[in-house]
């Protein structure tokens, strides 16, 4: 465990008041089911929302190890299909094997066909986000997609180093030198410090959830991020300094096996920049690309009605 980060996320989700905008479907007519699946390593934690007729929308969350929470404003879309979040091993109410070996790209993309199998996922519609993005990708380049009918990629990327490159435009680009302010605390080993939490923050919250206060499943996320093993060993210790397994991740060259429609997500302030969505459209045949004004890299937490409806536009 990276107790610097914990402190880091625990402390943003207690600075951030308790309650934001209610995004969550609750009507009560709305069947909700959840319980574990087994996947390679241990068991996921799964959640249904809804019961419609249309093809069930499966959804990736990103982090690694950010868990569904962040994502439930999708859950409105359940009054016409179900919806399935789960919280990939390693993070949330998922098991966390502590065996860090485990936590591989492979093993996650092998996990999406363990969870539709589990519960009978054969025709899906799929949306990543962030990391999630990447696996989408990774299982449509593997030629897993059998019976994915759409894609929705949401601050989304085909390359970390091309991701990682456009954070760095966006940290050099902070008010008051807080990029390079960081950076100093960083070779100064000083990454526990409150000044370098205060830092960490200020880049959250121009390019990561930009809406205030911080509503309730995205303080929950950043809780889980900062407890999760899946986060530290795949990611890193923040979303800019990726140093874990996803690190040299490059699908650029083969977007062009995904044959899915692709509806391609972000927000004008996503801390997974422009050109990162821009390659993927140009890579996707026939993708279609969707910029949302004034959000940042959780645009379904920050405008969960344009967004909800946005996907009802593309999935109808
Ligand atoms: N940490 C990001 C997420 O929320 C993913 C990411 C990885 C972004 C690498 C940029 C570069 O999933």
Known sequence: MNLDRRRIMQGLAATAAVGGPASVARAASVPVEQGMAPVPGGRIWWK??????KTPLLVLHGGPGAGHNYLLPLAALADERPVIFYDQLGCGRADSPQDESIYTIQRSVDEVDAVRKALKLDRIVLLGHSWGSMLAIEYLCQGRGEGVEKLVLAGALASTPQAVAGMQRLLDALP???????????QQGKQDSKEYA?????????????SKPLPREVKQSYDIVGKSIAYRVMNG????????VIKDWDRRKDLGLIKQP?????????????DCHET????VP????????????????????EYVARLRRFFA
């Open 237 to 244: 210790p923040n979303e800019f300094t990726i140093t874990g």
């Open 176 to 186: 008051d030198n807080a990029g390079a302010k960081l950076k100093a605390l960083e």
């Open 280 to 283: 993927i459209r140009d890579g």
């Open 198 to 210: 205060a830092l960490v923050e200020l880049f959250y919250a121009r390019h990561l959830c930009r």
């Open 262 to 274: 692709t509806l391609i997500t972000t927000g004008e302030f996503d801390e997974v920049t422009l």
């Open 48 to 53: 249904r929302v809804g019961a419609g007729r």
């Open 286 to 305: 026939g993708s279609e690309l969707v910029v949302f004004k004034g959000c940042s890299h959780m645009l379904m937490d920050e405008k969960p009605k």
